[in-house]
């Protein structure tokens, strides 16, 4: 096998940490039960497991244990969220508010539900991908039920301002929502002081398995109400039938308190391999920075580069670099990016976009070489015009 391209794509997914796999191994043999066997200690063993990765997870965002609700990942934990909502909440109003940058995961059960009849607001971002609050504010109406705002975009990294979203809400009694995917085990998440409502989560951004993600579901202050989008043996307390998947729920717990011990000191050696990055590609002429400079993912990096062309550009970063442009879960569409022409790009500028998604196994030797060829690439593919 030829020797293969450094792994730049940690927003699209990671690989399963090492020091995961082996405590989810045994839930695949001889720890098989099924978690809701109350009558023996097969099931009781995996109920264990589960409830461990429950507490884990809980603690991670200052949750309880039993307003974690265990999905197939954070698509489907959208899809439970903003469906379950509108559902049990319709006849108190129809109305919707989400973000121009959210993932597909959000914006599609959105215009689903308008297609049903809903409203819904898709407020535009800044030209750094911030939403601006007064806007939001200008948005809310009586008959609001729900705001949606992601926690971290998958593209260009983005933190939107959880706390000042979620004190509006609370003030206006307004469920909050939020996609954490992308900020589970990367930045501090915290439902009490954020007055988040609603927290969709995923194990395979943070070095967990694919497969797996949870809904954080209010049980107080309000109580969050939800209509099941899974009907069936009435697991997770009815909201979510369906076996539990033993294995990856481990896994998922797992990476979780890796991560978020590592937190700290991963976040600085991912914000120092980024900006060394990003020093050397500014260097080039006609390279933009996608997002605000600050406020973002330590380990994302998204650039713009005129006067190539987008095809060219990623045929020509493809031998040294797994790199995406655009979104992950899009490329098969050849439309720009919605996220970058929401930031007020033009087409051709959403079309030459480049996500450097450095994660945590880069070493500073990788970030070097990839500057090296994606300068020279850049800057050969400028000169042929
Ligand atoms: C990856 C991702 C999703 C989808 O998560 P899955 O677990 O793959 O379904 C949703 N939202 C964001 C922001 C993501 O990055």
């Not at 009781?44 to 609700?69: D, G």
């Not at 030797?365 to 015009?385: C, F, G, M, W």
Request: aromatic share 6%; net charge negative; glycine share 8%.
């Amino acid at each position: 096998m030829s020797i293969r391209p450094i792994y730049l794509d940690c927003y699209a997914t990671t690989p399963v940490d090492e020091r995961v796999l082996p405590a989810m191994l045994p839930y695949f043999t001889e720890k098989f039960g099924n978690p809701a066997s109350i009558s023996h200690v097969y099931g009781w063993e995996s109920e264990a497991a589960v409830k461990q990765t429950r507490e884990i997870l809980a603690a991670a965002i200052n949750a309880t244990p039993e307003e974690i609700v265990f999905t197939s990942g954070a698509t489907e934990a959208n899809n439970l969220a903003i469906k379950g909502v509108a559902e049990a909440y319709f006849k108190k109003g129809q109305h919707i508010i989400t973000v121009a940058t959210e993932h597909s995961a959000v914006i599609d059960p959105c215009n689903y539900l308008k297609s049903l009849g809903f409203e819904i607001t898709i407020l535009p971002v800044q030209k750094d991908g911030l939403i601006d609050l007064t806007e939001l504010k200008k948005a809310l109406r009586p008959e609001t039920i729900l705001v949606s705002v992601m926690a971290a975009n998958n593209e260009i990294g983005v933190l939107q301002p959880l706390a000042e979203i979620g004190e509006m809400c609370h003030e206006h009694q307004i469920l909050f929502h939020t996609d954490a995917a992308q900020a589970i085990g990367k930045i501090p998440l915290d439902v009490q002081a954020m007055k988040i409502d609603l927290m969709s989560l995923t194990a395979h951004k943070v070095y967990g398995p694919k497969g797996i993600g949870a809904l954080y579901v209010r049980r107080r202050n309000p109580r969050v109400q939800l209509a099941p989008q899974q009907h069936g043996g009435g697991h997770e307390r009815g909201m979510r039938s369906g076996t539990l998947y033993t294995p990856q729920i481990v896994g998922f717990g797992k990476a979780v308190e890796i991560a978020l011990a590592e937190q700290e000191t991963e976040t600085q050696r991912l914000t120092q391999l980024r900006q060394k990055l990003w020093e050397k590609l500014s260097q080039v002429e006609g390279i933009h920075l996608n997002g605000h400079p600050q406020q973002r993912l330590a380990g994302n990096l998204n650039i713009s580069v005129e006067g190539v062309d987008g095809a060219a550009l990623l045929l020509g970063l493809q031998p040294v670099m797994a790199v995406s442009s655009g979104s992950a879960c899009s490329s098969a569409n050849t439309a720009p990016s919605h996220v970058l022409t929401a930031l007020g790009h033009s087409e051709k500028l959403a079309y030459t976009s480049v996500r450097f998604g450095i994660g945590r196994f880069n070493t500073e030797e990788e970030i070097d070489i990839v500057a090296k060829h994606a300068i020279a690439t850049i800057q050969s593919l400028q000169n042929k015009r």
